[in-house]
């Protein structure tokens, strides 16, 4: 009498140890497809998302990749960022240089589409392209200057100062790090009082209306993209951002127009350094660099990338993303420091020629 064999769905029912270790190893594509197996995998696979806090991230250098033409679309470039997702954003921030969001991705030369005899040259818009690749619904920000930094899956930094380049920065849901974001176009009133530390991009109107001392970094931009808007052709003209958490900690320097050699900027950037301590890994700590279009490589004797790669010695773990604006806002933050400052302490956060950099741990 033969012996019968046991059910492979059964042994993992069964002991659900097994199955833990095994669903350890999927990524998120692979999680949403077996979960509909049954309702006892959908639920335990439900709890291992909400897990999976890390965020993502991607850089693309289009302008190099034109050179290349090893695609049917340029929009494929970014597959790949998505293509295996540890976890499931529900937020991001895009970043996409002016020469790239005006004219668009195009359709490759050996696309099947182009080869047709009424083929027309067809330009996909950017931060769509982007925003159809995320689960929904993931709330999509995009920030259009003319360059942008951003850090690749190796955490190698480039600086784009011109040219067609994207990258963005995306969250799962995280109860230890919360985020809201406005738009403006008229004067209104925000209500921040469950903020205890924040990282936001405010004008200074704003900004006089607090209490406690906050970190305040952004700048001006050529335009702004938000996928929560129902009107797409009502462009608003402020975007700000609310970082807030328990455990939040944000420290935020300016490096001057005054600073304007590579040395004077390791300087500046060794001593921001000794303020944050030990930074924790990629999966809790993001930086931020938004920089005047006039300090890029003409700014340090035709070098390239020379902050970025400042911040990347010195903060090997954390990935960094900005952009270059026609204006900085931003003011030296220390940690701990919540004290009310007076209206003669408050910081001037309208900078030049400047760069502000900003790195937040959870």
Known sequence: MSKMQPDPGQILTSFPEVMHKILSYLNMKQLNTISRVCKFWCEEIGRLKKKRCSPLWFYVNVE???????????SDLLDSAFAKPW?????????????????GFEIGKDSPVRKAKRYKKEMLPVIPEVTKRLPHPCTVLGIVSSGVIG???RLVCEEMEEGSAIC?????????LRHYHFTLSEKQCISVDEMSKAELLLPMSLYRQYDKRIAIAGGFVDSIEDSTLA????????????FCGDN??????VIGYHISTEKEARQEMEKFKSICGDCPSSARSVGFQFSCVARGSQFYAGNENVESQIFRSLFPQTPLFGFFGNGEIGHKYPPGDQSPPSKSERPS??????????????
Not at 64 to 74: G, I, L, V
Not at 168 to 176: D, K, M, T, V
Not at 248 to 253: N, S
Request: hydrophobic share 35%.
């Open 151 to 153: 850090t690749d899956s």
């Open 64 to 74: 190099n990749a034109r050179e290349c033409m090893q695609y049917d679309c340029e």
């Open 349 to 362: 956060i309208f900078h030049g020629y400047s760069s502000v950099f900003v790195v937040m741990s959870w």
């Open 231 to 242: 009107d797409a052709d009502s462009e608003p003209s402020f975007l700000g951002i609310a």
């Open 168 to 176: 963005g920065w995306f969250l799962p849901s995280n109860p230890s």
């Open 248 to 253: 939040i900690q944000v420290v935020e320097t």
């Open 87 to 103: 976890s499931e954003p529900s937020y991001g921030i895009v970043f996409c240089t002016n020469d790239l969001h005006k004219v």
